[in-house]
């Protein structure tokens, strides 16, 4: 039996994480991101995961997700609880860990077709 990937679902993944710089396919940012396998858009101008607020998850919970990730940078460091119980409240899961960790989940997760969004602050 041969496996192979449909990439027509998957056009996001994330090919190479450093600090301060994420490439995603053949382009480089360096911003914090909220990523999906098909969207791309830029992330809460905050300084750390501390700083996320309830009202930062409402584009995420939009894109409707079945998991979220929050990549928190080099280390992990976990936001205030009011952040995460909004997507406890709207059935979705929710994992924070460093942003290299959240950067390989996303892929493995986006290639197994789950509905995935990564949060990935730099």
Partial sequence: MRFT?????????IRS???GEIKINDEVFRHSLIVGPSSIAP?????DAGELTAAHTAEIVGLAPELVLVGTGVRQVFPPAEFG????RAGIGFEVMDTGAACRTFNVLATEQRRVVALLLL
Avoid: T
């Avoid at 992330?43 to 300084?47: L, T, V």
């Fill in 5 to 13: 990937q449909d990439p027509s679902s998957i056009r996001n993944l």
């Fill in 17 to 19: 994480y450093a600090p």
């Fill in 43 to 47: 992330g809460p101008a905050i300084a």
């Fill in 85 to 88: 119980a909004q997507f406890l």
